[in-house]
């Protein structure tokens, strides 16, 4: 199982980013996938998760009304909108298998770092 986040980058408050997560080397549709992050100094932080059984989508509620997560099985990707972003969320972004989206994190790759800052 490999993970792969990328599209990080440094943004103004207010502005957008689209994080993608791509998988490879294993059946990813079968895999219920999610975002966590970490801040220097916090600790690990669940973001998103979506589920391979329904579709459904859960969010921290910090990030509630202004993130959306979505996938694309057939590129084995999922995506994680972000809008209106604030400094609080600036982080490295890692995207994990978590069955159940229990917050129970099973394999995770290389994360990528949102900076927001004016």
């Known amino acids: 199982v490999q993970l792969q986040a990328s599209g990080g980058g440094l943004v103004q408050p207010g502005g957008s980013l689209r994080l993608s997560c791509t998988a490879s080397?294993?059946?990813?549709?079968?895999?219920?996938i999610a975002w966590f992050r970490q801040a220097p100094g916090k600790e690990r932080e669940g973001v998103s998760c979506?589920?391979?059984?329904?579709?459904?989508?859960y969010y921290g509620n910090s990030v509630k009304g202004r993130f959306t997560i979505s996938r694309d099985n057939a590129k084995s990707t999922v995506f994680l909108q972000m809008n209106n972003l604030r400094p609080e969320d600036t982080a490295v972004y890692y995207c994990?298998?978590?069955?159940?989206?229990?917050?129970?994190?099973?394999?995770w790759g290389q994360g990528t770092l949102v900076t927001v800052s004016s």
């Open positions: 994990a298998t978590d069955p159940g989206c229990e917050g129970k994190y099973g394999k």
């Open positions: 979506i589920s391979t059984v329904d579709g459904s989508t």
């Open positions: 080397r294993f059946t990813f549709e079968h895999y219920t």
